[in-house]
C-alpha cells in the first residue's frame, strides 16, 4: 500500500488538468476490473461487477484525483510568471516552494516580491521563477494558463508516518484502487476518481447524476486536531479512519454512518468519529444529486493539509482499507 | 380533532438535528398519517404526506415543505476531565449558549450545562467580548471514564426547553424554527379534508434544512411539482430592529415578494387571503431566502415557488417566540389556496409576467 500510495503522489493533477495522475491510475486499475471511461469533467470511472450477475444495485466509492494548484495568469518581461490559487492555497504556505508544470514538466520555485511580511502576504505579491530571463523562453515551458502543483514527492518519518504534497487524496486513491482490485461485494462497484474537487466538487456531480447509485461513499482526507492549537477536533493521528459524521458540505443518515461502526467492528480495524464542521469533500454533491442519494465517507486523519508536507500515518491506512473492504462486503 | 398547539409543543420538545430528522418525522407522522392517504419515506431523511385531489384530468401536483430539522451542537472533542468541546451543527447564536442546560444524546441521554471560565478569572478585555464557541464547554458532572463510556465524538447535543404558553396564543420554545412550520402544514393538510381540491398535495417534512437546504432540493427532484409552497419562518418584531426586517407578531402569516418568488402565485396568494378575510403580511427580498425557496425553484426545468413564513422572535435561541395564530392562519391560507388550484391556473404559471 505504501508503494502504492508513494507512486500516486508523484504525477500532477491539478483541478481542471489531472492528466497526468489519471493516465497512471487508468493504467493501474485497467487489469483488474471489468470496464473503464472517462467523461466531459475528466472524471475517471472503472467499474467492477457485483459477485453475482442477479444483483442490479450499485455502489459507488469517490476519491477526488485532483489536487490544489497554482494557475499562471501573466508573465513580465523577465519571465516571471505570476499566479492565482486554483483551489484552498494559502500564499503563506507557498514562499520558496518547488513546484512543477502539469503539461510541461517543468519545475520552478515560488517566489514573493521584497520586503513583504508573512502576514501580509497575498496571492498578487507571488511568482513562479522557471529559471529563464526573458518570456519567449519561458513560453516554452509555461504559457498562461497553465497549472503548477507542489513538487516534493513522498517521505517517510519513522516507522509509521508518510509525508508528501499530494497525499490529500492520493491516500484516497489508492484506498480506491486497492478496493476495485480485493474487494468482493454483491453490489457493483464503481470507483470514481473525481475531477475538480477542490474547486467546488464538479466532477463528482456529474459522476453521481450520471450512475445514480443506491449508496455512495467518499474515501478523502480530514484534518486532525492533535497538534499545537489546533482546532477543537477529537482526530487524531495513528488513532484508526474516520468515520465520517458531518463535513462541511452534509450530515451522513445515522443508517450509514452506523453500518460503517459495524463493518470496523467486524473487522476488528480502529476507527474515530470524524467531526470536521469546517472541511469540504465531495459528500455534498453526490448527496444532493437528482432525488438524493445516501452518502458516507471514510476519512484519513492528515496533518498540514494545503501545505507541501502532509502527514499521514500508516496504521490509519491500513484501518481504512480493512474497513472498506468489510463494508462492501457486509453490502447487501 | 387536531390540536396544533399540542402538536406544537411534542414537535419543538423533540429532538431532531440536521440529519438526525426521523423522530421529528415519527411524531409528523403518527399526527398526519389520518388526515391523507399516502405516507412514504425517501432514502435521505425526506418524509412525504400524500393526498390526492377529485375530479377528472390530469390533478395539478402541489408540494408544501416544512423542514423538521433544528439547529444542534455536536460533541467534537472530549476533553481531560470530561468536558465536551462542540460544533455547531446550523447557527446557534453563541452568544445565546453560556449558562444553557442541554441534553447530550449518547448511548443514554444526559444532562449537561454549559460554561466557562467565570468572570472574576476573566480579564477586563475578555469580560467585553462575546465567549466564541471554542472556548464553550459542557459539563456533564461525570468523571472522564463515566462520560467516555456514554458519550462519544459526533454524538449529538439539544437544549433541555419545555415549551411554554405566554398570554393570548403566544408560545415560546426551542426549535419553533422550523417545527412551527410542520404545524402548520399539518393544519393545512386538516383543512383540505373539508375542502375539495383538485390539486394532489405532497406534502414534505424536509431534512437538512439548517445547513443548506438540501431536503427540499431532492424532494422536490422526486415529485417534481407544478408548484411549491416552502413554510418557514421570518424574523418577529422586536426592539431594535427595523420594521422592514421583522414582522408583526399575531397579525397573520408573512408572504415574501422577491426574484425566488413566482410572482402570479404570490399575487393569487395575496388576492385570496383578502378575500377570505385571513391577515397576512408581506416581506420584500432582494434574493436569497435562505429557505426552502431557494433550491426548489431552479430545480430540473424550474418550479414555480412562492413562500408563507410564520413570524418568530429570537431566531437560533432556545427561546423561539410566536403567536400560534399566525400558525393556524397560514394553514388555513394554504388549504384555501391549494383548493383554488386548476390545470388553467397552473399553465397560466409558464407564462411570467403576462396576463
Known sequence: ?332 | MLDGKQLLIRLTETAGGSGDESRVAGVLREAAESLVDEVTLDSVGNITLITRGTGDGPHPRVMLTAHTDEITLMVAKIEKGGFLRVAQVGGFDSRTLLGQEVMVHGTSTIMGIIGSKPPHLSTLEERKKTIPLQELFIDLGMSEQHVREIVAVGDRITMNRHTIHLLGHRMSGKAMDNRASVTAMTICLDELRKLHHHADVYAVGTMQEEIGSKGAQTAAFHHMPDIAIAIDVCHGETPGVSSDLAKKLGEGPVLTLGPRIHPKLFTAVRDLANMENIPLQVEVSQGPTWTDADPMQIVQIGIPTVLISIPLRYMHTSVETLDFEDIRFAGILLARFIATIDSAFVEGLTCYLKN
Open chain 1, 1 to 332: 500500500m505504501k508503494d502504492l500510495i508513494r507512486s500516486l503522489t508523484i504525477p500532477s493533477g491539478p483541478s481542471g488538468y489531472e492528466l497526468p495522475i489519471k493516465n497512471d491510475i487508468r493504467q493501474i486499475v485497467t487489469p483488474f476490473i471489468d470496464e473503464c471511461y472517462e467523461d466531459i469533467l475528466g472524471n475517471l470511472y472503472a467499474v467492477k461487477n457485483a459477485k453475482s450477475s442477479s444483483s442490479d444495485k450499485t455502489v459507488m466509492l469517490v476519491a477526488h484525483m485532483d489536487e490544489p494548484a497554482l494557475s499562471v495568469i501573466d508573465m513580465d518581461d523577465h519571465g516571471f510568471l505570476r499566479i492565482a490559487p486554483l483551489g484552498p492555497l494559502r500564499p503563506s504556505a507557498l514562499v520558496g516552494a518547488r513546484v512543477v508544470f502539469a503539461r510541461t514538466g517543468r519545475r520552478g520555485i515560488v517566489g514573493a516580491d521584497h520586503g513583504i511580511a508573512l502576514k501580509d502576504l497575498e496571492f498578487a505579491h507571488l511568482f513562479i521563477d522557471i529559471g529563464v530571463s526573458n518570456p519567449t523562453d519561458a513560453n516554452n515551458y509555461a504559457q498562461i494558463g497553465d497549472a503548477a502543483t507542489f513538487a516534493y514527492g513522498f517521505d517517510e518519518i519513522g516507522d509509521h508516518m508518510i509525508v508528501g504534497h499530494a497525499l490529500d487524496n492520493r491516500v484516497g486513491c489508492a484506498l480506491l484502487i486497492d478496493a476495485l482490485q480485493h474487494a468482493q461485494s454483491e453490489y457493483t462497484i464503481v470507483g470514481v476518481f473525481s475531477a475538480q474537487q477542490a474547486v467546488g466538487s464538479r466532477g463528482a456531480k456529474v459522476a453521481a447524476h450520471r450512475i445514480h447509485p443506491n449508496v455512495s461513499l467518499v474515501l478523502d482526507v480530514s484534518p486532525t486536531g492533535d497538534t499545537p492549537k489546533s482546532e477543537n477536533s477529537a482526530l487524531e493521528l495513528g488513532q484508526g479512519a474516520g468515520i465520517k459524521v458531518l463535513d462541511a458540505s452534509m450530515v451522513v443518515a445515522p443508517k450509514w454512518r452506523d453500518s460503517l461502526i459495524e463493518a470496523a467492528k467486524t473487522a476488528h480495524a480502529r476507527y474515530q468519529m470524524d467531526v470536521s464542521p469546517h472541511t469540504t469533500s465531495d459528500a455534498g454533491a453526490i448527496f444532493l444529486t437528482q432525488d438524493g442519494i445516501p452518502t458516507c465517507g471514510l476519512s484519513i486523519p492528515a496533518r498540514y493539509l494545503f501545505t507541501p508536507s502532509q502527514m499521514v500515518h500508516l496504521d490509519d491506512v491500513t484501518s481504512a482499507q480493512q474497513i472498506l473492504s468489510s463494508w462492501l462486503s457486509r453490502l447487501g
